[in-house]
């Protein structure tokens, strides 16, 4: 059975970070685009950035062009979110989505989604 799963959310104070990964079973990350979105309470769901087939990321959210990076490791079948210098508006539940497309697209392409992990940024 094919599924991603996130890992890595949590309490952090403003300023801090924190590193997403997102682990695949089931099938390869590399044959995909994967996308990392977020949806904060009363809120809609947001893109936040992406790396494509190619390795080359892009960025959703052009605020957090230089907070947030992702980068990928074959051997584990995984793909992490870096993000620092986090701010209260940050929080939310992160998910990560694969696309057998070897573009960054729109959620609604996503062929595989993961059941989220929660970041809340607090002092």
């Known amino acids: 059975q094919s599924q991603l799963v996130e890992s890595g959310g949590g309490l952090v104070q403003p300023g801090g970070s924190l590193r997403l990964s997102c682990t695949a079973s089931?099938?390869?990350?590399?044959?995909?685009?994967i996308s990392w979105f977020r949806q904060a309470p009363g809120k809609e769901r947001e893109g936040v950035l992406c790396i494509n087939r190619h390795g080359t990321t892009i960025y959703s959210l052009y605020s957090e062009k230089g907070r947030f990076t992702i980068s990928r490791d074959t051997a584990k079948n995984t793909v992490y979110l870096q993000m620092n210098s986090l701010k209260p508006e940050d929080t939310a539940v992160y998910y990560c989505a694969a696309d057998l497309s070897q573009w960054c697209r729109e959620d609604k392409y996503m062929d595989h989604w993961g059941k989220g992990t929660l970041v809340t940024v607090s002092s």
């Open positions: 089931g099938f390869t990350l590399d044959n995909y685009a």
